[in-house]
């Protein structure tokens, strides 16, 4: 098992570029998510999905949009960058979570992004 | 949404055990308490969780209220390695969705 992938690991954009940020993972988890974490400071929810076809917004979602077409992939997309996105973002996946029952997340490598 | 409270940082010495607090006085009946940490240039990885009654596991022990409005977890005997940030957190009930707080900043001292 590869666990959750993340690519690309470093990426520098400028200001109004667009760009993908590829997760996937290998273990048929039904819930995704991505988070940004800035310096300093602990990680806030983008994004997340509770299936395939099925997203929905986090914490801080403007300026990000997410799909959901298969199981395994959950690509995240900057449509115009901003400075204010430079980030570090992490993907996680888990099985489906419920309110009576809780389930472990596991965390991708990371993408480091600066936005120019 | 129930929110927890922890110290932004703690120090420890190697070999010696560890007791990281969290408070969550605003916990619901149906919220597990889960501690996650972030070793340093990596992503968050999944430490432990319960509910009500204490648990253990290879990587550390949590001890909760009878209450539940605070846990604590333990390390029983740091290592240099230990050092991270760990989050106390209560995931949202509706979906299970993980929030990050600041969590405590543990290092360990040689």
């Known amino acids: 098992n590869a666990g959750v992938t993340q690519t690309p690991k470093f990426q520098v954009l400028k200001t109004g570029q667009s760009m993908t940020l590829q997760c996937a993972q290998d273990m048929n988890h039904e819930y995704m998510s991505w988070y940004r974490q800035d310096p300093g400071m602990g990680l806030r929810l983008i994004h997340y999905s509770v299936g395939a076809g099925i997203t929905d917004q986090g914490e801080v979602p403007n300026g990000y949009n997410v799909s959901r077409s298969t199981t395994e992939d959950f690509p995240l997309r900057l449509l115009s960058a901003a400075p204010s996105q430079t980030s570090v973002y992490f993907c996680?996946?888990?099985?489906?979570?419920?309110?009576?029952?809780?389930?472990?997340?596991?965390f991708g490598p990371g993408t480091r992004l600066t936005v120019l | 949404d129930a929110k927890t409270t922890q110290p932004n940082s703690m120090e420890s010495n190697e070999e010696e055990p560890v007791h990281l607090p969290c408070n969550h006085s605003t916990i619901s009946g149906t919220d597990y308490i889960h501690w996650y940490r972030q070793l340093p240039s990596q992503g968050p990885e999944y430490v432990i969780h319960?509910?009500?009654s204490n648990v253990n596991n290879r990587m550390a022990s949590l001890a909760i209220a009878e209450d539940r409005k605070s846990s604590t977890l333990i390390l029983h005997r740091a290592t240099l390695r230990d050092a991270a940030v760990y989050y106390c957190i209560l995931p949202y009930n509706q979906g299970g969705k993980l929030i990050f707080g600041q969590g405590t900043e543990l290092s360990v001292k040689p």
């Open positions: 319960g509910l009500t």
């Open positions: 996680a996946s888990s099985r489906r979570p419920s309110g009576s029952s809780s389930n472990e997340q596991f």
